[in-house]
């Protein structure tokens, strides 16, 4: 409970403030109050809900399993081999200085506006932190633990499972936890560069009439599913992570 | 005899470790190794479980050999008993099977109860405890123990070495430790090696009836 208080209270805090300086400026297009834009997620409730947050979250879904499968194939590969960690490091690296909302878009030129130039905008921003963080995981394994394990006569597929997969699952988790939040970015920032459906689309065409809370009503909503995919990932950590503690 | 090093020449690069060293270690002694830190004390371990080869000479070993780290080195994120069972495991043996067993020890031992904590939840003594069921699992006949007491306060200390003597003297266990407590291994030991040169070419053996002074003398000679 004490925990929960400071940001609460923070959060109330501002919102009063918000609604208070909102009110004053009486410019709703410009900036919309936080009970209108509550108001107007009431009234779109249903394009919000049925059509555009199902079309977000099949890229996130998409996004978020390619930036998985990509980035543990990766930290593996890396792991495995000098010589690819040598190749691969600074190009990933590198990858991360693009900037990728002016890549969009090309990806749109290349793919039209179907999902798959949102996907790969959400996979570029996504796959570096899983890769890098599952990277520093493999690697963390002490050189003593490895050493007792070949005494046992542990096979190198042993060492594998037993060693570096549990050993490296914090930081993994870790990785996850800074990827899922920014698939929900890069879904939106695709949707808004070039889509017929999603959030972020349906924000930018609330702008295109200069309707104020419609721009920011898809956002609370994008906002609302970043924090439960967090709470969700917490929760799963404390679980399966206590050992942490050590 | 279980354990026989013969003219064993070992170097890290142009650093010489051990300059011809012979060793040996009957069936059911219990002998220490002691020296001053980087005499070599524990490359001599490395060779004999096979963590690096000898330049020149030969090893001999009969039968098994078990090890128990300086620090613990359980695994985190297990349990302690399933820590315990992880050489069992890595023998292909079914876990159910292997937690039977290692359940047997635990009680012995005094962990009854213990078998699902992780290991920050146990004391200092109980890892060293897991540690050593664990080397005890390998079903070695020689187990080779490197400081497993030093980073122990002083009143678990005396506990676990009383413990370990009994436990020794129970499994029939031939016992290779290395301390930096000269009391230790005269408390425990049949014989003890005392490093005295540099690079080692051999140990000075010595039995328990020697003076602590002695062994300090000699050590002492070495460094100088």
């Known amino acids: 409970m004490k925990k929960i208080v400071p940001p609460f209270l923070l959060v109330a805090l501002l919102l009063i403030s918000w609604e208070v300086i909102a009110r004053v400026l009486a410019s709703p297009y410009i900036l919309p109050s936080p009970l209108q834009i509550l108001k107007k997620i009431w009234l779109l409730r249903e394009p919000l809900l049925t059509i555009h947050l199902p079309a977000t979250l099949t890229i996130i879904g998409i996004g978020l399993l390619i930036s998985l499968v990509l980035g543990v194939a990766l930290a593996l590969v890396m792991d495995a081999s000098t010589w690819f960690e040598r190749a691969f490091?600074?190009?990933?690296?590198?990858?991360?200085?693009i900037p990728t909302t002016a890549l969009a878009p090309i990806f749109v030129l290349w793919f039209g506006y179907s999902i798959w130039s949102k996907v790969l905008v959400t996979v570029l921003i996504a796959f570096f932190p899983i890769t890098m963080?599952?990277?520093?995981?493999?690697?963390?394994?002490?050189?003593?633990?490895?050493?007792?394990?070949?005494?046992?006569?542990?096979?190198?597929?042993?060492?594998?499972?037993?060693?570096?997969?549990?050993?490296?699952?914090?930081?993994?988790?870790?990785?996850?936890?800074?990827?899922?939040p920014l698939t929900v970015i890069g879904a939106a920032i695709g949707e808004w560069l070039g889509a017929q459906a999603g959030l972020g689309y349906f924000s930018k065409r609330m702008m295109t009439q200069m309707d104020g809370a419609g721009v920011f009503a898809p956002i609370v909503v994008l906002s609302l599913m970043a924090v439960i995919f967090a709470a969700i990932l917490a929760g799963v950590e404390k679980k399966y992570m206590g050992w942490r503690k050590e | 005899m279980v354990v026989r090093m013969e003219h064993v020449h070992f170097s890290y690069g142009q650093k010489v470790i051990l300059n011809g060293l012979n060793l040996h270690v009957e069936a059911g002694e219990f002998v220490s190794i002691v020296g001053a830190s980087g005499c070599g004390k524990s490359t001599v371990f490395r060779l004999l479980l096979g963590l690096e080869n000898p330049q020149q000479g030969r090893i001999k070993k009969h039968g098994k050999i078990g090890y128990m780290p300086q620090h613990h080195q359980l695994m985190p994120w297990r349990t302690a008993l399933d820590n315990a069972i992880?050489?069992?495991?890595?023998?292909?043996?079914?876990?159910?099977?292997?937690?039977?067993?290692?359940?047997?020890?635990?009680?012995?031992?005094?962990?009854?109860?213990?078998?699902?904590?992780?290991?920050?939840?146990?004391?200092?003594?109980?890892?060293?405890?897991?540690?050593?069921?664990?080397?005890?699992?390998?079903?070695?006949?020689?187990?080779?123990?490197?400081?497993p007491f030093s980073a122990l306060d002083a009143l678990t200390r005396n506990d676990l070495q009383k413990w370990l003597k009994d436990i020794v003297h129970?499994?029939?266990?031939?016992?290779?430790?290395?301390?930096h407590d000269i009391e230790e291994a005269l408390f425990l030991s049949d014989r003890i090696f005392v490093a005295t040169k540099k690079p080692l070419t051999a140990f000075e053996c010595m039995d328990s009836t020697v003076s602590k002074a002695y062994i300090y003398e000699k050590i002492g000679g070495a460094m100088r």
């Open chain 1, 89 to 97: 490091y600074p190009l990933l690296v590198i990858s991360q200085t």
């Open chain 1, 133 to 180: 963080n599952t990277f520093e995981g493999l690697r963390s394994v002490k050189k003593g633990q490895f050493e007792l394990l070949q005494t046992f006569g542990a096979s190198r597929w042993q060492q594998f499972w037993k060693l570096k997969v549990p050993a490296a699952l914090p930081s993994f988790f870790t990785g996850l936890k800074i990827a899922v």
């Open chain 2, 170 to 179: 129970l499994e029939q266990k031939t016992v290779i430790f290395i301390t």
């Open chain 2, 86 to 147: 992880l050489p069992l495991e890595c023998q292909g043996v079914k876990k159910a099977k292997a937690r039977k067993q290692a359940q047997q020890l635990f009680i012995r031992f005094g962990l009854a109860g213990y078998e699902d904590k992780k290991p920050y939840e146990l004391s200092g003594g109980m890892q060293q405890r897991v540690s050593l069921i664990r080397a005890l699992l390998t079903g070695a006949d020689v187990l080779l123990l490197d400081e």
